[in-house]
C-alpha cells in the first residue's frame, strides 16, 4: 500500500549522501511517501542542488545564468543541509557519516547518492596552466563559459565523448576554432559505436570541427607565463591552443567508502535489483541502499554473463532515487525493482539525439528511418537478433514505438514497414571498442579509483 | 519561478514555444532549450505551455523556501561571482 510506512521498520533518521539530482529526488520520494523523521542531505559543494545537463549546453554557451540551474523543488523537505562539506568516511557499525570538516551524522537508513567527478588531467603541473579546465559542476561550467566569452584563438577539447563534444558544438556556436583529439576511429564511439560515430564525425567536420581520431593528447604546453600555449599528441602531431576542455570522462566518488566492508571499487558500488548495497561478501546491507551514477546493479535485460550496469545519465539518476527511497520505507514484500530502460538525450551539432535501452552492449545497427540528407534518421541497434536499443536524431517523436522493441527484445533488424525507411534493412558491425568505453561500463574493463 | 522539463519526455512538439516564447525555444532547429528560472511574470504562460505539451513533460516546482534553510545551513560557503 503505498504511502503508509511498516511501522515495524520504520526509521527515525535518514541520512543522504550527495545533493545533487538523485539525493534531491530521493528526499522528494521519502516524504511524498511519508517519512516524517530527521532528513539530512550532505553535499561537497556549496550549492543547493542544480541541474547539469546545461552546463555543457547553454551555460557553457553564456545563454543560461548558472543560477538558473538550481532544481526545481516537488515536495517541501524540511530537509538538515550539509552543503560545502565532502563525506570523509562511513562507519558501518556505528551508522555514522563522518565529515572532512571533523563532524558527523548518525543514521538509520543511509542513502549513498555521490556520483562522479571528472576525470582530472593526469599531469598536475599542465593541469594547472591557466587556459586548462574540465567540465563537470557549476564551477567549471563559469569558469569555461567565461573563458570562452573572451574569445580565445583555438580551443582543444581532449575526448569525443558526450561533454566534449557537446562542449565543441557550443565552441561552434560561438564561432571559435576547436579540435577534438578522440583515441578511437570516431567521436562517441563508445556510446553509439563507430558506425554511428561515422555520421557525427560528418556531422561535426560539415560544423567547422578540426577533429583528430586515433590519438590523444600526450602534453599539455605552457609558455612562460603558465598559459597553455599547444598540445602535443601521441602521433607526433603538435597543435597550438589557448584554451583545453579536458573531457576524457568520469570518476566516481567512492574514495570515502573504500575502507568499508561495502562491495566498492572504481567501477561504483555494488547494489541489487532493489538498490540495497551488497558487501564484500554479496550479502545485503539492510540500512544502505545507493542511486546514480555511482550505483552499479544487475538489469535484468542486460545481466549478460552476469555484468553489472551503471548508467551515468540523469534519467537514472531520478527514478533509481525514488525507487530506493521506496524501498527504504518499504517492507521487503513491497518493493520495487529499478528495471527502467536506460535513457538519455543530447543535443550537439543541430543534433537532437535521444536514446532508449543500452546500444553499448550491440553487435550490429540498422537505419530504420531516415530522411533525404540524413537531416533525422533513428538507428536501431541489435546483439545476437535482438533490438537491445535505438536512437534518434531530430526524430524524437519516433522513439517510444522503438521503447517497446526494446523491451520486447524484438528480432533484430526489425521489420517496421515504416514510409520512410530503406527497402531491405541492411545491418552494419556497431563498432564498439572491444575494451568497452567508461561510460557505460559493463564491469569488463580493468578501472582502478585513483585515490586523490 | 523553477521549472524543470523532462528531456528524455520531450519529442518536440514545440507547444511549449507558442505558448511562452520568452522561456522556450529551439536551439539549432530541434533541440529544446529553456529558462529552468523564468520570471514569474512569466507564470500564466508557463502553466498553459505546462497544459499544453502533448507528453506533459513539463512540471512546475513549488518556491526556493527550502533552499533558503539549505544556504543558511552551508558551512564553507563560498559564491561564485
Known amino acids: ?452 | 519561478m523553477r521549472i524543470i522539463v523532462d528531456l528524455n519526455r520531450c519529442q518536440s512538439f514545440g507547444q511549449c514555444c507558442f505558448a511562452a516564447p520568452d522561456v522556450f525555444h529551439f536551439h539549432n532547429a530541434e533541440a529544446l532549450e529553456y529558462d529552468p528560472a523564468p520570471d514569474e511574470a512569466r507564470r500564466w504562460d508557463v502553466i498553459r505551455a505546462a497544459k499544453a505539451c502533448p507528453v506533459q513533460a513539463i512540471q512546475i516546482g513549488l518556491d526556493d523556501e527550502e533552499y533558503e534553510g539549505a544556504q543558511r545551513e552551508k558551512t564553507h560557503g563560498r559564491s561564485y561571482q
Open chain 1, 1 to 452: 500500500m503505498a504511502g503508509h510506512i511498516n511501522e515495524m521498520i520504520a526509521p527515525e533518521r535518514i541520512v543522504i549522501v550527495g545533493a545533487s539530482l538523485a539525493g534531491l529526488r530521493a528526499a522528494e520520494a521519502l516524504r511524498r511517501e511519508g517519512f516524517m523523521g530527521q532528513l539530512t542531505l550532505i553535499g561537497d559543494e556549496p550549492y543547493p542542488p542544480y541541474d547539469r545537463p546545461p552546463l555543457s549546453k547553454q551555460v557553457l554557451g553564456g545563454r543560461l545564468a548558472v543560477e538558473h540551474t538550481t532544481l526545481a523543488l516537488f515536495q517541501r523537505l524540511e530537509a538538515q543541509w550539509l552543503l560545502g562539506v565532502p563525506a570523509r568516511r562511513l562507519d558501518l557499525a556505528k551508522r555514522r557519516v563522518l565529515l572532512a570538516d571533523g563532524r558527523s551524522v548518525d543514521f538509520d537508513y543511509l542513502l549513498i547518492a555521490t556520483g562522479t567527478c571528472a576525470r582530472p588531467w593526469p599531469d598536475a603541473e599542465e593541469a594547472a596552466l591557466d587556459g586548462v579546465f574540465v567540465l563537470r559542476n557549476r564551477d567549471h561550467a563559469c569558469q569555461v563559459s567565461a573563458r570562452l566569452a573572451t574569445r580565445p584563438r583555438h580551443v582543444l577539447v581532449a575526448g569525443g565523448g558526450f561533454i566534449g563534444c557537446e562542449a565543441a558544438s557550443v565552441c561552434r556556436d560561438l564561432g571559435l576554432d576547436v579540435t577534438i583529439v578522440e583515441r578511437g576511429p570516431t567521436p562517441l564511439g563508445g556510446v553509439l559505436g563507430s558506425t554511428i560515430g561515422q555520421i557525427m564525425a560528418q556531422r561535426q567536420r560539415d560544423y567547422g570541427v578540426y577533429l583528430h581520431t586515433g590519438a590523444v593528447v600526450t602534453t599539455l604546453q605552457g609558455n612562460q607565463d603558465h598559459r597553455l600555449c599547444g598540445a602535443q599528441l601521441s602521433d607526433g602531431c603538435s597543435l597550438e591552443a589557448d584554451v583545453a576542455i579536458i573531457a576524457l570522462g568520469a570518476i566516481r566518488n567512492v574514495e570515502w567508502l573504500l575502507n568499508t566492508d561495502l562491495s566498492v571499487d572504481g567501477r561504483g558500488i555494488v547494489c541489487d535489483l532493489y538498490c540495497r548495497a551488497l558487501d564484500s561478501q554479496g550479502a545485503v546491507v539492510e540500512n544502505v541502499f545507493v542511486a546514480g551514477d555511482v550505483a552499479r546493479w544487475p538489469h535484468p535485460l542486460y545481466a549478460y554473463d552476469h555484468q553489472l550496469l551503471a548508467v551515468e545519465h540523469w534519467g537514472n539518476a531520478v527514478e533509481q532515487a525514488a525507487i530506493a527511497a521506496h524501498n527504504m520505507l518499504s517492507p521487503s514484500f513491497e518493493y520495487r525493482r529499478h528495471t527502467a530502460l536506460p535513457r538519455f538525450w543530447s543535443s550537439q551539432f543541430g543534433f537532437n539525439m535521444k536514446s532508449v535501452g543500452l546500444p553499448t552492449v550491440a553487435d550490429e545497427v540498422v537505419i530504420t528511418q531516415c530522411s533525404f540528407g540524413m537531416r533525422r534518421f533513428t538507428a536501431v541497434y541489435g546483439r545476437q537478433g535482438q533490438t537491445v536499443a535505438a536512437v534518434s536524431f531530430n526524430a524524437g517523436q519516433m522513439l517510444p514505438s522503438y521503447q517497446t522493441l526494446v523491451e520486447q527484445a524484438a528480432p533484430f533488424p526489425p521489420d517496421l514497414h515504416a514510409a520512410d525507411g530503406p527497402a531491405r534493412a541492411q545491418p552494419m558491425p556497431a563498432g564498439f571498442p572491444a575494451q568497452g568505453h567508461p561510460k557505460y561500463d559493463t564491469g569488463m574493463e580493468p578501472y582502478t579509483v585513483s585515490q586523490p
